[in-house]
T-cell receptor
Framework: KQEVTQIPAALSVPEGENLVLNCSFT??????LQWFRQDPGKGLTSLLL?????REQTSGRLNASLDKSSGRSTLYIAASQPGDSATYLC??????????????FGKGMKLTVNP | SQTIHQWPATLVQPVGSPLSLECTVE??????LYWYRQAAGRGLQLLFY??????ISSEVPQNLSASRPQDRQFILSSKKLLLSDSGFYLC?????????FGEGSWLTVV
């Protein structure tokens, strides 16, 4: 059974710091991994998707890496800003028992960037 | 471009009353559709997913049901709500790889 873990559950940093958010998963047989952002009371916004054959993806100040063999992904946020404050979730897409696809989420990491 | 609509945004319902949350997707055809619930401190839980009209898979036994009467319409229902059904419900669809979420529906059962 796939399990996705994000540690720590919360992080508070001053503005301008470069950040690394961690995500680990137990079953390396995945199709892809996706990072999301969620603002309070809102839906999830997709940030980056990494296919299982890829090592990293970049979008602006965000860079996500994937090490499938070790079951880890990191989301790097450069020069953090107060507007980056949100909950960040990672999710892996894999095949569950019975052949159905499944997207398994971590519980998220609440990031606060202080001005 | 593709968009996903979900309503109502907020709902307060008494225990034992019925529920209907609706989700529609525009700009794509034959999407995979999902219903998730997000409860405080518990992360996102997949409730149902559908790969086509009338094809519904349930991930967990519960007091809820789902239907897909049209290609781009996904409905979450309950005949009698329980207090434990309170939570934030999210509809999502998947394109070739990326999954996209609606804005969510807050359900409070009182």
């Amino acid at each position: 059974k796939q399990e996705v873990t994000q540690i720590p559950a919360a992080l508070s940093v001053p503005e301008g710091e470069n950040l690394v958010l961690n995500c680990s998963f137990t079953d390396s047989a995945i199709y892809n991994l996706q990072w999301f952002r969620q603002d309070p009371g809102k839906g999830l916004t997709s940030l980056l998707l990494i296919q299982s054959s890829q090592r990293e993806q970049t979008s602006g100040r965000l860079n996500a890496s994937l090490d499938k063999s070790s079951g880890r992904s990191t989301l790097y946020i450069a020069a953090s800003q107060p507007g980056d404050s949100a909950t960040y979730l990672c999710a892996v897409r894999s095949i569950s028992q019975g052949g159905s696809e499944k997207l398994v989420f971590g519980k998220g990491m609440k990031l606060t960037v202080n001005p | 471009s593709q968009t996903i609509h979900q309503w109502p945004a907020t709902l307060v319902q008494p225990v034992g009353s019925p529920l209907s949350l609706e989700c529609t997707v525009e700009g794509t055809s034959n999407p995979n559709l999902y219903w998730y619930r997000q409860a405080a401190g518990r992360g996102l839980q997949l409730l149902f997913y559908s790969v086509g009209i009338g094809q519904i898979s349930s991930e967990v036994p519960q007091n809820l049901s789902a239907s897909r009467p049209q290609d781009r319409q996904f409905i979450l229902s309950s005949k009698k709500l329980l207090l434990s059904d309170s939570g934030f419900y999210l509809c999502a669809w998947r394109g070739t790889a990326t999954i996209y979420f609606g804005e969510g529906s807050w359900l409070t059962v009182v």
